[in-house]
């Protein structure tokens, strides 16, 4: 069965760093993984979807990488605003349907 | 154009009676999903809809749980003699392709927290 782990369970950073989020996982058969933001009380929002034959995508100032052979996948926020804070989920879809989570990073950036 | 929506938002219930989660998709997308999220655990799979075909029921954690679509759009999430560890927020979300394509996003909606007491 796919784990997917995700560190760090919870960061805070103050406004303007660049941050990194973790995420690994167990099976490299992959169709595509994916980066989704949650706020509280709200469903998820895709960030950045990376197909197993890409290495990365970006999106503003999102930059998602996958190495597929390691079984990693990074997001990187540049800038952070306190608009950023929510939890971040990272999520692989194996050869199927049924997308695999993390348990998420809970971001804080402060003022 | 509008999102995928569910409802109700919030469900309270006790233990025993039976609930009826519903899912209205986008227009026009052939798969839906069902996920579950636990306090302190990750979201977990339930089932999925291709049409109106469910091909995969192996993620529903007991027969108590049961699931329709109908129309190629909503679909009802039941289960029946509720407990307390169904207690969750149950998310919906569709896509526009075919389950399992490379490309395919799932776009969620803001999901039923149910809560059994």
């Known amino acids: 069965k796919q784990e997917v782990t995700q560190i760090p369970a919870a960061l805070s950073v103050p406004e303007g760093e660049n941050l990194v989020l973790n995420c690994s996982f167990t099976?490299?058969?992959?169709?595509?993984l994916q980066w989704f933001r949650q706020d509280p009380g709200k469903g998820l929002t895709s960030l950045l979807l990376?197909?197993?034959?890409?290495r990365e995508q970006t999106s503003g100032r999102l930059n998602a990488s996958l190495d597929k052979s390691s079984g990693r996948s990074t997001l990187y926020i540049a800038a952070s605003q306190p608009g950023d804070s929510a939890t971040y989920l990272c999520?692989?879809?194996?050869?199927?349907?049924?997308?695999?989570f993390g348990k998420g990073t809970s971001l804080l950036v402060t003022p | 154009g509008a999102g995928v929506s569910q409802s109700p938002s919030n469900k309270v219930t006790e233990k025993g009676k039976d609930v009826e989660l519903r899912c209205d998709p986008i227009s026009g997308h052939t798969a839906l999903y069902w996920y579950r999220q636990s306090l302190g655990q990750g979201l977990e799979f339930l089932i999925y809809f291709q049409g109106n075909s469910a091909p995969d029921k192996s993620g529903l954690p007991s027969d108590r749980f049961s699931a329709e679509r109908t129309g190629g759009s909503v679909s009802t999430l039941t289960i029946q003699r509720t407990q307390q560890e169904d207690s969750a927020v149950y998310l919906c979300?569709?896509?526009?392709?075919?389950?399992?394509?490379?490309?395919?996003?799932?776009?969620f909606g803001p999901g039923t927290r149910l809560t059994v007491l």
């Open positions: 999520a692989v879809l194996p050869t199927g349907y049924a997308l695999n």
């Open positions: 990376i197909q197993s034959s890409q």
């Open positions: 979300a569709s896509s526009p392709g075919l389950a399992g394509s490379s490309t395919d996003t799932q776009y």
């Open positions: 099976d490299s058969a992959i169709y595509n």
